[in-house]
């Protein structure tokens, strides 16, 4: 069955970096667009940055400049390299990937800013 578990998420200060890993399984990566979304506490859901099968990139205002998505077909695995993270970067960070009426979600990796 489809599987993705992400990785990388914890605790740093504020102007550091993080880079989060999101390995799947049970697909052909490849064909699937991904996007790492993320969840504060009493928020919804909200789109961070996404990539297509092709590699096009689209991102949040609020994170231009300082996130980058990538993805690796070869490993089945795809990041998100978090630089100059904020203290309202802190939330729960979840992999998605999507196509043709399919959608798959991992089970999520915290992120804290904090000094």
């Known amino acids: 069955q489809v599987q993705l578990v992400e990785s990388g998420g914890g605790l740093v200060q504020p102007g550091e970096s993080l880079r989060l890993s999101c390995a799947a399984s049970?697909?052909?990566?490849?064909?699937?667009?991904m996007g790492w979304y993320r969840q504060a506490p009493g928020k919804q859901r909200e789109l961070v940055a996404q990539i297509s099968n092709g590699g096009s990139t689209k991102y949040a205002d609020f994170v231009k400049g300082r996130f980058t998505i990538s993805r690796d077909n070869a490993k089945k695995t795809g990041y998100l390299q978090m630089n100059s993270l904020k203290p309202e970067d802190t939330a729960v960070y979840y992999c998605n990937i999507a196509r043709m009426g399919e959608s798959y979600w991992g089970q999520g990796t915290q992120v804290t800013v904090s000094s």
């Open positions: 049970g697909m052909v990566f490849s064909i699937y667009a």
